[in-house]
């Protein structure tokens, strides 16, 4: 059974190139909707994305993410994640799952209703593939516009980073 059977229309998925599907549930939707950009004055906000892979199929469920925390630096256009604060927490996580909620990428906000990655998240990102450790050969890269969620595969091997779109 894979995670897009039954979904609810408030949860978001998003097709994997190779097979698979990514589910945003509604819990984690509501959780960053206070930080969308939808006002002059609010400076981008991010965070890391946690979940779990579903056995025997190559489905992904976003079950959690950090919120931004003291340490974090951001202005209207840049977030900089604290590290340690937010491996704290995927730590914390990690353990209270039974070792089943794990690191699967990073999340941040634009100022834009459809969000593109800039030139500096593409370079971020592409560093975080090769410096960052995480089980699987992919990390997730979540851009929340104020009109639209967007989703992008890293491919660790390759540095390749797909789009993904919406089921």
Known sequence: MSVADNVPINQIVYARPHGGRVLIPEAVLATISPYVQDSWDKPEAGGVIMGRY????????VDKITLPMPG?????FSFFRNKKSHQKIVDREWEASFFTCTYLGGWHTHPEPVPSPSFDDKYDWKRKMKQDVFDSDYLFFMIVGTAEIRLWEGNKHTSSITALNKV
Do not use: E, Y
């Not at 974090?72 to 209207?76: G, I, L, N, Q, V």
């Open 72 to 76: 974090d630096k951001s202005s209207r």
């Open 54 to 61: 579903i056995k025997d199929c190559d489905d992904i469920v």
